[in-house]
């Protein structure tokens, strides 16, 4: 056999092997193969949970204002529902990544062909995919560059789309995609690229998002290379044009925009500063209205808090400049003792409009805004005073408690009519004779309070003092020396107390969560505003006493331009020392506090300013300069108050203006309570103006603020500067 018959014997057999039926019967075999190995597949692989990246978000914390505060949690990431986007937002990302996507069955073939090609060509490793896979690949799934990843991505991307609808896929993936910049999800991008929340995009700034998912690194205008600003404003195009030839977009407008430069990148907030103070605090609070502490690190939450961020910066711009200025932490051990904490409630709505926890949380975390480990010294005594004209409280001879009830301010007199013993002393061992319950209040008297909380009960104040706000707690004991503010409490509990005397007698409670909302819950807010706990004549009456205070007793340095009333307290051993006040509109505590640097209190004595660091300087200073700030400048609001006609001429008053009613007691009798050294005690007063005593005690001229009967005498007081004309609080 030829060589030429053998090779056409040969190919007859390869035809005959070959032939186009064997061909096309051994295609559709293959292809049933592939099918039913497809399909065991697609049965065995199923949905999973999501992955533990994907469902990871950061609480959001804002100003009143919207502004971001604070990001906390390892994911920068908020959801936010598809509702919130724009719908021409929306569609970008649809033009940009998969423009069947409203039509496809969630795999695109084509597509991850192309993909492959932009991979290998170095256009972007996304794109290839329809947008059901990358989200698959982002939510359920993980980043690996697999052949058995990649069919897994295909398998549950066709299951997803049978059992979800376009809107919560195209939803999961805008929140799931990253974006740069540390950015998951639409919210963070927005607000990382535009500082605006997702809601606020324009399709211009939506377009360059869309855009950004192809290399986002790569694609990052403020980092980016020639080459790169080149890809993604190409890019841009390619998403706005896609647009328009879906008719998503209308040509003119499209005609009409021009390329969104981003913002530079910016450090995402932390918890330097106060920031961690004001996020903490609203945690408690949350967590006090029944939400767990667990539910709160899962994250998710959108937290806006009624803090004003210009009454913030104004509060920490006066500790800056009335303390820290003053103070030097690193080169004087006593003046790193020095702690200052500060709460500013709205009386009208019980906002907290700023807070002051410390030097910063980072550096020293216990916030002292809310720390209720220091006394609140003598800023308890106009709540002793609320409680007498409350329950119409009398003196031990008879006589109703009102501001112009005569008591005896001798020191270290003792109280009459206590089983429990107590004679406290007046500060420097003082003794001011019979004096009126305004004088005893300008000049902070203990031996006044002291008896005065005998003759209302230590039971009855307690009361008050807890309708008012106070906290009840072990050290809060039914004693004559509660009188002088011997329990704990804090700037936050006391701003509390003096906004409702300052809304005349109507609870408020502070809140700081202005509201808390969850993709799938939300936490009902502080009622803030509650019943009337004294009445408006008990509140008004107090508030006017105060108003002595600051106009010519131990407060002086908080008066300012605008109507204030407010308490000076100093605790024993000079622990603590506050100031409490308020005008119609804006109540404020402020405390400082003296803190050994590895815990423990200690005296604030020599730290400040030589001496005692008395609530009427420091904490009055940095009282007045803030509400200064705060009310912009000072304010025409005056206080509308409905007296129990006690009133009497500020005896402290440079100029007495104005006539005021006798006590409303019609024959109190001639003697003041307790014992009083003067032999011919003086009668009741009938006039405006201070009664004067007999004999040869005298009313010093100049009022001063007390501490704890137990405090020793300390070293002399700063004498006033001459020609000041100054009423010193010591």
């Known amino acids: 056999m030829g060589r030429t018959e053998r090779r056409e014997k040969k190919g007859g057999r390869i035809r005959r092997l070959f032939t186009w039926k064997k061909l096309l019967g051994t295609f559709f075999v293959g292809c049933l193969l592939v099918m039913g190995a497809f399909y065991a597949i697609y049965l065995m692989v199923p949905v999973p949970t999501a992955n533990a990246q994907a469902t990871m978000q950061s609480n959001v914390y804002k100003y009143a204002n919207g502004k971001i505060l604070a990001r906390t949690g390892e994911i920068n990431r908020e959801i936010v529902g598809l509702e919130k986007i724009p719908r021409d937002v929306q569609d970008a990302f649809v033009a940009a990544e998969n423009k069947t996507f409203y039509k496809d069955n969630g795999v695109d073939i084509k597509g991850t062909a192309r993909g492959a090609l932009n991979t290998i060509t170095g256009k972007g490793k996304q794109g290839g995919s329809t947008i059901t896979q990358q989200y698959v690949k982002n939510y359920y799934l ?74 986002p690194n790569q694609y990052d ?86 803090i004003d961020e210009k009454k913030q910066n104004a509060l920490v711009k006066a500790v800056d400049r009335q303390l820290e200025a003053k103070l030097d932490r690193k080169g004087d051990k006593k003046d790193a003792t020095v702690q200052a904490g500060a709460t500013s409630v709205d009386p009208r709505t019980g906002k907290v409009l700023a807070l002051y926890g410390g030097i910063g949380a980072t550096e ?89 909380i005998v003759d209302v009960g230590p039971g009855n104040v307690k009361k008050t003092a807890l309708d008012l706000g106070m906290k009840d707690g072990e050290d809060f004991g039914e004693t004559p020396s509660m009188s002088l503010g011997v329990m704990g409490a804090s700037t936050w509990d006391m701003a509390g107390v003096y906004a409702t005397l300052d809304n005349h007698g109507v609870k ?31 509140a008004d ?36 020392a506050w100031f409490v006040g308020y005008t119609p509109e804006l109540v404020t505590a402020v405390g400082l506090f003296g803190e050994e640097v590895k ?52 005896p402290d008053a440079p100029t007495p203006t104005g006539t005021t009613t006798e006590s409303p ?65 010591q």
Do not use: C
């Open 142 to 215: 993980d980043q690996d560059q697999t052949v058995t990843r990649k069919l897994k991505e295909m398998v549950i991307a066709l299951k997803v789309d049978q059992r979800s609808s376009k809107s919560e896929i195209l939803a999961g993936y805008i929140n799931t995609s990253y974006y740069g910049r540390s950015a998951y999800g639409i919210q963070a991008a927005a607000q990382s690229y535009y500082g605006i929340d997702a809601s606020k995009l324009n399709v211009a700034q939506g377009a360059y998002l869309a855009s950004l998912l192809q290399a």
């Open 221 to 306: 205008w403020a980092v980016a290379s020639p080459t790169g600003r080149k890809l993604v404003e190409e890019r841009w195009n390619y998403t706005l044009d896609n647009m328009v030839e879906e008719g998503w977009l209308d040509p003119a407008e499209r005609a009409g925009l021009t390329f969104p430069v981003p913002q530079k990148p910016k450090a995402a907030p932390g918890m330097e500063g106060q920031r961690g103070y004001l996020v903490e605090a609203a945690n408690q609070e949350l967590m006090r209205q029944g939400l767990r502490e667990e539910d709160i690190k899962a994250g998710g939450w959108t937290i806006t808090l009624n």
């Open 364 to 452: 020293h975390w216990t916030s002292n805004a809310t720390r209720r480990d220091y006394q609140p010294a003598s800023t308890f005594k106009p709540i002793v005073l609320a409680s007498a004209l409350e329950n119409g409280a009398k003196t031990q001879d008879g006589r109703r408690i009102g501001l112009g009830t005569i008591y005896d301010g001798t020191s270290k007199r003792p109280v009459e009519g206590s089983d429990v013993p107590f004679n406290p002393e007046n500060e420097d061992n003082r003794s001011y004779g019979p004096v009126t319950v305004q004088k005893a209040t300008n000049s902070s008297i203990n031996s006044v309070y002291a008896q005065m």
């Open 508 to 538: 408020v409670t502070p809140t700081i969560v202005k509201s808390a909302e969850h993709k799938d819950r939300k936490v009902e807010p502080v009622k803030s505003i509650g019943e009337q706990v004294i009445s408006r004549e008990a």
């Open 541 to 576: 009456t107090t508030t006017k006493a105060m108003q002595g205070v600051v106009r010519s007793g131990s407060g002086f340095r908080a008066a300012g331009d605008y109507d204030a009333a407010g308490k000076t307290g100093t605790s024993e051993n000079n622990r603590s």
């Open 599 to 650: 815990g423990g209190q200690t005296t604030l004595t020599d730290t400040i300013n030589p001496g005692r660091a008395n609530g009427g300087r420091t904490p009055a200073q940095i009282w007045g300069a803030y509400t200064t700030s705060a009310l912009g400048g000072g304010s025409d609001a005056r206080f509308d108050l409905e007296t129990d006609g006690s009133a009497v001429t500020d």
């Open 665 to 729: 007691d019609p024959t109190p009798p001639a003697t003041p309570t307790g014992s009083s050294p003067d032999p011919t005690p003086p009668p009741t007063p009938t006039t405006t103006t201070p009664p004067q005593p007999t004999g040869t005690i005298t009313i010093p001229p100049q009022p001063t603020e007390t501490t704890d009967p137990t405090e020793p005498t300390g070293p002399p007081v700063e004498p006033p500067v001459v020609g000041e004309g100054e009423r010193d609080e």
